[in-house]
């Protein structure tokens, strides 16, 4: 049974940073893009940013580019999202997801068939 777990999430004021932490058990995730997505009160879901098997290649939403960044460690078969200066805005519920037939990431949520439960991330002013 695949699971995608995070963690790391919280309560920060504005200009904080977090660490997200997004640990896969069940099988490996190596040579399969990974993304994060997140989800705000009475919003739809939205990427975030996004990563290639290797690591090399991402992809970021243009509203948290220059302030947050994705990485993985194939070993640990763990992906990590880092969140510098934080605002209001970014507050919202952060699911990691895995797509298990390409090697780059998407931005599109269909292509992510494993998702995680979430975590909250609150950004206060």
């Known amino acids: 049974q695949v699971q995608l777990v995070e963690s790391g999430g919280g309560l920060v004021q504005a200009g904080g940073s977090l660490r997200l932490s997004c640990e896969v058990s069940?099988?490996?995730?190596?040579?399969?893009?990974m993304a994060w997505f997140r989800q705000a009160p009475g919003k739809e879901r939205e990427f975030v940013v996004g990563?290639?098997?290797?690591?090399?290649?991402?992809r970021y939403a243009s509203s948290v580019k220059g302030r947050f960044d994705i990485s993985r460690d194939n070993a640990k078969n763990t992906v990590y999202l880092q969140m510098n200066n934080l605002k209001p805005e970014d507050t919202a519920v952060y699911y990691c997801?895995?797509?298990?037939?390409?090697?780059?990431?998407?931005?599109?949520?269909?292509?992510?068939?494993?998702w995680g439960q979430g975590t909250q991330v609150t950004v206060s002013s």
């Open positions: 069940g099988r490996t995730f190596s040579s399969n893009g």
């Open positions: 990563i290639s098997s290797s690591g090399v290649a991402k």
């Open positions: 997801a895995a797509d298990p037939k390409r090697l780059h990431s998407s931005s599109d949520p269909q292509y992510y068939d494993y």
